[in-house]
């Protein structure tokens, strides 16, 4: 399983709500038959933090165009949620605007037969790369973002660094000299939660800019199963890396069944240094710990090249127009998403939480009031080449079975090469099962 899917349906347990059609975001007269009134239907996950943030665009667009109306719909996360989005588009029963995934999965709902292409609007321009190449299909760009990035990135402690005179490291060589010195103050260097096993991945998974700087072609030669992990010395070196940590004895000495909760508590209290996860689990750690907004730093994990630093990226997710929207609320639809994708979007977003990480919109700036990690993401973003889209966003063949393999590597149970090779072998079903050439 992916880390995003991993981390959407930790969310979901944390928190989700009822599937149910939910008026609450709707607002004025639903009445579209008259007065030049219309209204239209956006559809999302039934997220506790998705519901609020729709809810929320619907009532400042309501209140941008008074005639327009939003009613927000939710549906399941996960597999169910999936084949819900997949079922309505095949039976044209999609509402007008929906939220759904963007990369690989996007790619599987066949948006060349279903969607509406967005390229000719105003705001395509204002779009970020690395976003548009998630939500393209043969050229036509087919989404806007709603919510932030998520980062695959180191969270460390800055009051533990300062007290030890360290910097953020920009190769791996100066992360391991750092953690030497941090286990020699007594402190944790390396925080790992394996009592949760999808946090084991972020070595490799969070690694792959590295990967594609050093190989720039990996991702296309990986999905023509013409690349391995355990052949390319660039892939390799994820799994390296977690091999290494466990080897030099940086680990928390409860890794093997910490969890996501102690692990961010670990390092929110300078337990530990140094933890290895996505930044969209910051939000939890500042509710729990409010201090961790100024003592939280995040840097992207470090390779070889300190020239080449820089971020790996989960883009956010996407709004999207199918093609069987009536022509009547066409224009509302339109109107929907230039909203969503512009800074009063952004604003309004920001207005009922904390954003997982910069936005992928131009002139949409963070609140003053962002945690530090999240702030730490933004010069990574604005830098040309200094972050690269994670592999399941360049390319569909992906394992289930990654998590159990790192967490063998990070504890010593498996060597590094072995572990790549044994994650090889478990994406070679899926590829076939996708039907791709070369597997």
């Not at 800019?209 to 990986?222: G, K």
């Amino acid at each position: 399983m992916t880390i995003r899917s991993r981390w959407t349906l930790a969310v979901v347990a944390a928190g989700s709500l009822a599937l149910t059609a939910c008026s609450a975001g709707s607002l004025g007269s639903s009445d579209d038959s008259g007065g030049g009134s219309v209204e239209i239907t956006y559809l999302i996950t039934n997220q506790e933090q998705d519901l609020k943030e729709a809810e929320q665009l619907a009532k400042d667009f309501h209140a941008k165009y008074p005639d327009l109306t939003v009613k927000v719909e939710t549906r399941p996360a996960g597999t169910e949620g999936d084949n819900i989005i997949k079922t309505r588009l095949s039976t044209g029963d999609m509402p007008e605007v929906f939220n759904y995934n963007t990369g690989s999965l996007f790619q599987a709902i066949a948006p060349q037969k279903n969607l509406l292409p967005v390229n000719d609007e105003p705001y395509i321009g204002d779009l970020d790369e690395n976003f548009k190449k998630t939500v393209t299909a043969d050229g036509q760009v087919y989404g806007v973002p709603v919510g932030g990035f998520m980062g695959g990135a180191v969270l460390y402690n800055i009051p533990v660094y300062t007290k030890l005179g360290l910097k953020p490291p920009r190769t791996w060589a100066e992360f391991m000299a750092n953690s030497a010195k941090i286990k020699a103050a007594g402190i944790a260097p390396v925080i790992q939660t394996y009592g949760e096993t999808w946090t084991s991945q972020l070595f490799v998974l969070g690694d792959f800019h590295n990967v594609a700087t050093a190989e720039p072609d990996f991702a296309d030669r990986y999905t023509k199963n013409q690349a391995k992990y355990a052949t390319s010395p660039a892939a390799l070196k994820g799994f390296e890396h977690t091999q290494a940590v466990h080897d030099a004895g940086y680990e928390n000495p409860d890794f093997a069944s910490a969890k996501l909760p102690d692990g961010l508590r670990m390092l929110a209290q300078g337990k530990g240094a140094q933890y290895p996860i996505l930044s969209g689990v910051v939000a939890d750690m500042v509710a729990t710990h409010p201090d961790a907004a100024k003592n939280v730093g995040l840097f992207a994990l470090p390779g070889d090249d300190a020239s080449k630093n820089g971020l790996t990226v989960w883009t956010p997710g996407a709004l999207y127009i199918p093609k069987t929207t009536a022509d009547a609320k066409l224009d509302a639809a339109k109107k929907f998403l230039a909203f969503v994708a512009s800074p009063e979007g952004c604003k309004s977003q920001a207005s009922v939480g904390a954003p997982t990480g910069p936005y992928a919109v131009k002139g949409c700036e963070l609140p003053d009031d962002v945690p530090q990690a999240i702030k730490d993401m933004q010069p990574y973003l604005d830098q040309q080449g200094a972050s690269s889209l994670a592999l399941e966003f360049v390319s569909p063949v992906k394992g289930p079975s990654l998590e159990q393999i790192t967490v063998e590597v990070g504890s010593g149970i498996r060597k590094a090469k072995d572990g790549a090779a044994r994650y090889d072998e478990d994406v070679k079903k899926q590829a076939q099962q996708l039907g791709l050439a070369g597997w």
